[in-house]
């Protein structure tokens, strides 16, 4: 692989008690989608946090093209765009009006914001108020402003989660146009296998802050073809049997 974009080495994050995570490395590459694939408390919000620079590990190594965040915060913040498991907007405020706001704080022009609203298919809503907007309306906008400096790394965690099948399926499209028409690196969490296997080039799967198993879909899903899964009907081998194989749970449980 080219020098990576992201590389995380052997990092560690206790909370009190909980050790959310315990000892991972990843290397991502330019272009890249990668899902953190894991269960609820499985240590992915603290991951990636971590790798936003919102939290600190207690250990380990984070680089981004190079860089610690320490003393170069400021180059670092503009080269990721990042949406968190939630998102608070400012209900009095339109589309049109959200966008042009967050647009000022990197100097961002009308046109670049008009782009943006085409991508995440929200121009008939730009007179729409916050407060009126659907769910996967409120996650299309929080991905837009997350895309409005073209950045070279997005960081989502659970971008659809709670969203209805085609709400979900519409923040999919946006970002498999995102794949084929720029470089941007891509780091998403999700405890739904199928948007891992949608989107990502490499899935990696977490539970209780370590990494259980990770490689491409076809690496993944291979593997368990030596494992004894039980299975009652021949049907398509998923992810989820993977984790069950591993771990002696369903994902979703
Ligand atoms: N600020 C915190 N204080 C105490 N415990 C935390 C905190 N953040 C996360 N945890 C614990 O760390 C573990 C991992 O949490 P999290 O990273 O949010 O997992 P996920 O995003 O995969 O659901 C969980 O057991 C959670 O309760
Ligand atoms: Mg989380």
């Known amino acids: 692989m080219n020098d990576p974009i992201i590389e995380v080495r052997n990092i560690h994050k206790s909370f009190k008690t909980v050790q959310a995570v315990r000892g991972i490395d990843l290397h991502i590459g330019a272009g890249q989608f990668v899902a953190l694939l894991g269960p609820n408390g499985a240590g992915k919000t603290t991951l990636v946090e971590m790798i936003e620079g919102i939290q600190q590990p207690d250990s380990g190594d984070i680089r981004i093209?190079?860089?610690?965040?320490?003393?170069?915060?400021?180059?670092?913040?503009?080269?990721?765009?990042?949406?968190?498991?939630?998102?608070?907007?400012?209900?009095?405020?339109?589309?049109?009006?959200?966008?042009?706001l967050f647009a000022s704080f990197f100097a961002i022009g009308k046109a670049?914001?008009?782009?943006?609203?085409?991508?995440?298919?929200?121009?008939?809503?730009?007179?729409?108020?916050?407060?009126?907007?659907?769910?996967?309306?409120?996650?299309r906008l929080a991905l837009g402003i997350a895309l409005l400096n073209n950045p070279k790394i997005l960081l989502l965690d659970e971008p659809t989660t709670g969203l209805d099948p085609n709400a979900r399926r519409e923040i999919w499209s946006i970002l498999l146009k995102l794949k084929e028409q720029s470089n941007t690196s891509l780091i998403l969490t999700t405890h739904y296998m199928e948007e891992a296997e949608q989107l990502c080039d490499y899935i990696v799967i977490i539970d209780h802050g370590k990494i259980l198993k990770e490689g491409t879909l076809s690496d993944l899903l291979g593997e368990i073809q030596d494992l004894p899964v039980k299975q009652a009907l021949p049907r398509k081998i998923t992810l989820d049997d993977l984790f069950i194989s591993l771990t002696g749970r369903h994902l979703n449980d």
Do not use: H, P
């Not at 949406?83 to 405020?93: H, N, R, V």
């Not at 943006?116 to 309306?137: T, Y």
């Open 112 to 139: 670049r914001c008009g782009e943006v609203l085409n991508l995440i298919a929200l121009e008939d809503k730009r007179r729409a108020w916050v407060v009126n907007l659907s769910g996967g309306q409120r996650q």
């Open 65 to 100: 093209l190079g860089k610690t965040w320490k003393g170069n915060e400021k180059y670092l913040r503009y080269l990721i765009g990042l949406s968190l498991q939630e998102t608070y907007f400012i209900e009095k405020l339109t589309v049109w009006e959200t966008m042009r």
